[in-house]
């Protein structure tokens, strides 16, 4: 009941069926999110330039470590710290027309994963256990405490970069196996797991079969081939029971319109005579 005794109104029907197709298929990406978290926590855990992140500095942890390592890439190719800031997005811009000056804005023109794990982890970095405490106290008196969180976000981006290029290649190196997958492979490898179909014996060459190699034979067929056969001469009709085998009883044929053949007399040979 509200204040001049009218009762209170809910939602409509239709808000009300948009708000649980919502719900539902936040719970449907829940379900489906957690093994891929779970899986990229596992591969942070052995990876080397993550273990290196997480362990170097605070507030980085295993997802924060694969996002940045991911999207940063080979910090060699950045030539300082301040391109790898400008390339993240969190660079300051300035905008000044004489004596007028525009507050500055970040540019947020990097990958926005790496801005998201940066911010995440100076979230965790401005707690009283972390080192950095101080420098956020002193930034959030001047300038806030979201414009604090980014200043930091932006000094861990720094100090990432360092930690990945001292590194050099062993930063990109890929993760070492799990006990689990090892696991794995002795099971497949076991007697009673399933093998693979053999390839089927096909000729890989023309001409005669290898030594080593089996020809490949025809499949048989259940009833002979009975068909007619045309014989090269259009009169002529052979019936084969079997192919390329003609019968024997059957005498060929011979042509109907053959001319006759005539005898030649010694008066024709000789005309002399």
């Not at 001049?4 to 197709?21: C, H, I, K």
């Not at 990876?47 to 507030?59: D, E, M, P, S």
Request: net charge positive; hydrophobic share 35%.
């Amino acid at each position: 009941m509200v204040a001049n005794g009218s009762p209170r109104r809910g939602l409509p029907q239709t808000a009300r069926e948009q708000v649980t197709v919502a719900l539902a298929m936040i719970d449907a990406l829940d379900v489906q999110l957690a093994p891929a978290t779970k899986e990229l926590r596992d591969y942070a855990r052995r990876q080397t330039g993550c273990k290196a992140l997480i362990a170097a500095h605070y507030g980085i942890d295993e997802l924060c470590a694969v996002t940045i390592l991911a999207e940063l890439g080979d910090a060699r190719r950045f030539d300082n710290s301040r391109d790898a800031v400008r390339y993240g997005g969190l660079d300051i811009t300035v905008k000044q027309s004489d004596a007028h000056r525009a507050p500055g804005r970040l540019s947020r023109q990097g990958p926005p994963a790496l801005r998201w794990a940066l911010y995440e982890a100076a979230q965790q970095a401005r707690h009283p256990r972390s080192p950095d405490r101080d420098y956020y106290l002193q930034a959030a008196e001047r300038i806030g405490g979201n414009r604090a969180c980014l200043a930091l976000a932006r000094k861990l981006l720094k100090r990432c970069y360092h930690t990945l290029r001292d590194l050099g290649e062993a930063a990109l190196a890929p993760a070492k196996r799990s006990p689990i997958s090892v696991r794995a492979r002795q099971v497949l490898a076991h007697t009673d797991a399933p093998r693979p179909a053999p390839e089927t014996l096909l000729p890989t060459h023309r001409g005669r079969p290898r030594k080593n190699e089996r020809p490949q034979r025809l499949p048989q067929r259940d009833t002979p081939i009975n068909h007619h056969v045309a014989d090269p001469e259009p009169t002529r009709i052979v019936d084969r029971s079997k192919a390329g085998r003609p019968r024997a009883q059957d005498p060929p044929l011979r042509r109907a319109h053959a001319p006759p053949t005539t005898r030649r007399t010694q008066t024709q040979d000789n005309p002399n005579a």
